[in-house]
């Protein structure tokens, strides 16, 4: 399952794409953030359109690992996400580091933009507005994109990012 | 015995999320719409429940979890998703 409204634990992805002939996993955790457009967070409440994210992450992973030779995990959370608690992780193993950086770049760009997915951020006054207005996303090949819609729209609008790079020494 | 004839009306289930469904006060709604239908007309049937303006022209939609077009022809029993824009991550 690429959902869940478990904490998500970067250890467990990292363990599913390393192996010995990967010396390069790239991270990337998107974390909630305590303040947006000057306001203060309190958490984000996320929902999906499941099966149709689930098939989405899917298609990306392959997507992924078909371009770079590479094993790639990922996981966006659902529900409620607090201040600091990460909302969706990415870890992309590859022999190099390389190959590693750019499909770990490749699958959190393609999450935000192609899996249904949406965020309603509360404020610590108690206040509630969903998140919408980022960049078009267009799912799957040749179909039109979506338009941004002017409701509630901010294009800051996002968990904050934090990368790490862990790599094998004898090999990246 | 002849053939029973095709039915002039065909039902689909059309969901809404986030923003949308907050819009409409529900999260599914059935619709039956006179055959052939279109994704478009489910929109047209949506905007005659709420203030047009607040869906797009052409928002993000998907037939049977496949983004789809507005002038998509829709079958009896598809599931028609509205998508506002996504704010996943």
Redesign the interface.
Known sequence: MYLTSDPLELATLVGQVQSASRGAIACFL?TVRDHNGGRAVLQLD????E???E?ECARIQVEAERRWECAVALQ?RTGTVRVGEA??VVAAASAHRDEAFAACRFV?EE??????????EVFVDGTME?????S?????SG???????G???KLD???SDLITGKSDATRA | MLPSAPTSTLTVRV?L???YA??LGRDAIELELEAPATVGDVLDHLRSLTRAE???????C?VN??????DDLLAQGDEV?I???????
């Open positions: 998107g996320y929902s999906a359109y099966p149709m994210a098939a966006h909302a969706v959190i999450i935000k933009r192609r899996v249904p997915i949406w965020k309603r969903w998140v919408e207005g980022g078009p996303g267009q799912m799957g179909l039109e994109g979506q338009q941004n819609s409701t509630a729209g609008g996002e968990s | 969901l999320f986030a923003s907050e819009l607040a869906l797009p022209t052409r928002p993000m998907a979890l496949v983004q789809a077009a507005t998703a998508l506002p824009p996504l704010s996943g991550g």
